[in-house]
């Protein structure tokens, strides 16, 4: 059986699983805070209160943290197959900053913010689709 992990991110966290095997569970393997999310806006304070340079640095140095995480799970063998799950722009910023050996294991992805889904609901959405793909 293919082991699996599933990254699922937006720009100021994440939350890695392991899962969608036989059972149709995931397990929460562990979680990230982008350290330049203190400097991001909230979604209620006025466009433009950091500039989108800032945050677009903010949100690669984050993706970039996270391939490394990534990175280290493949040399260790702890998965055969990725799926990611983050919201556009972040997943093509996450995506751009996957390291080749890393990209080889992407088996999917999926457009949508998850990250406040507990994981039986995350399981729920993401686990039919990579049985689509097996």
Known sequence: MKRTWILVANRTHARLFMGCEGDDAVAELDAFVNPGAAQMPCPRHAPGTVHPQTEARFARRFALMLDAVLDQGRVERRYDRLLLAAPTPFLDVLRDS?????????????????????????????????????
Not at 108 to 121: F, R, V
């Open 98 to 134: 996957l390291s080749t050996p890393v990209r080889r294991k992407l088996v999917g992805e999926c457009d949508s913010d998850l990250i406040t889904l507990t994981p039986p609901e995350i399981a729920a959405r993401l686990c039919p689709r990579l049985k689509a793909i097996a």
